[in-house]
């Protein structure tokens, strides 16, 4: 019998709601979690607006031991974890340790950690600079705290490819299910608003320089002008659906049914970017139609040029406004290697309770960006299957279908 | 914690608090200067992070190599103390004296 990869369980740490009920209500209300950066005086930046975590304390769900180790990226995804673990009543010490695995996405590393250490470095000379620097900052900290946090030792990884990350994360986590292993935890986050963070963001040329966080960051809409960066993410539990079953697993959210990723061609070439190509190999993958599917999540760059792109993409997919499309994203901001997994977590939350989660503040559509945008409030709509897309800055695409089980 | 001399072993739980933060399981009050670091949960990353703010706050210089070697926090403490010259227990090190201590 074919081994089949569902999502079991759930952790979200995200700007307008920490832990899943709390962002799924936020987000279901309209409740944005992008405000003024408070972080650091942004004053003097380009960038004044973020989607900030602002009420974690990683010392209430973090061990004090894990704290000085680790940045502020890893705590949120630790957190989460832990919580998706709990979500999918799923005990660690019951399953074999290397038959559970962590996989996960990462997109800035630990900026923050190591914006401190370099200030002690410059301020006070290299032996001020902490021994847990060589650990915090780099791209699988957050997978190696996991898997040593839950004994969790099969096969381990990171995903680097900006904000695709976590959806190339999640086809990792079912190609780990299909191969025998028992239960993976993927996702990701990311948390970068720190002075260094932003600035180097910032040289991407695609940050809204906006001040009013209602209006900073406005994909597809006729006002886009650059995304809002956020931080936090989602981690999801991925396991065998007999397995799942077998153990009375509380909850089986969905089934990652199809997942596919490719590479833009150069700049300039003239040639189609790879987004497209992404959604059709996802869809085969899943062997299902463009007509299977009731819903997609958008990358939503918020950059006319790529929104322009996606709707265009979406369109040649599903035909002119042929599919619901939304971009709950527009209240937390991009949050690079979180972002895909948090669309994905509101995808299943959408299958669950058969409600699209609405895009806040796009009011007009740009023009040719010819797509079904859910705007405005949530639409209640039977939600079986849902395309989760995302774009990774450097030329990445991934995209994802999650399907209901039955 | 007088047979420790003027590094007394709160000086080093207050370190270790601050720099490599506490296991759940272990009572860093009770009686731990015996009790090897990995006992109580500290790897060998965070003995060299001790031994680095030991060597940044009180001057005591700490090669990488010896700290790995001084496996408890009576061991550690007695080999600061032996280095640590009653007048100069709290130097203000300046950025030149610290790159010096390297």
Redesign the interface.
Known sequence: MTRRAVVTGIGVTAPNGLGTEAYWAATLEGRSGIGPISRFDAAGYPVRVGGEVSDFTASDHV???????TDNWTHLGLTAAAWALEDAAADPTAFPEYEMAVVTASSSGGTEFGQREIERLW??????V???Q??AWFYAATTGQISIRHGMRGSCGVICAEQAGALDAAGQARQLIRTGTRLVVTGGADASLCPYGVTAQYSNGRLSEGADPSRAYLPFDVGAAGYVPGEGGAMLVVENASDALARSAPVIYGEIAGYASTFDPRPGSGREPGLRRAMDLALSDAELAAGDVDVVFADAAGVPELDLQEATAISAVFGPSGVPVTAPKTMTGRLYAGGGALDLASALLAIRDGVIPPTAGVTELAPGCDIDLVRGAPREARVRTAMVLARGYGGFNAAIVVKQTS | MEQLGSFTLDDLRDIMRACAGVTDSVDLDSAIDDITFEDLGYDSLAVLEMAAKLQNHLGVVIPDDVAEQLPTPRALAEYVNVRLAPEEQMPSPTPAAAAEAR
């Open positions: 061990p004090s031991r894990l704290i000085p180790q301020s006070k000379g290299p032996s001020w902490g021994a847990y060589s650990i």
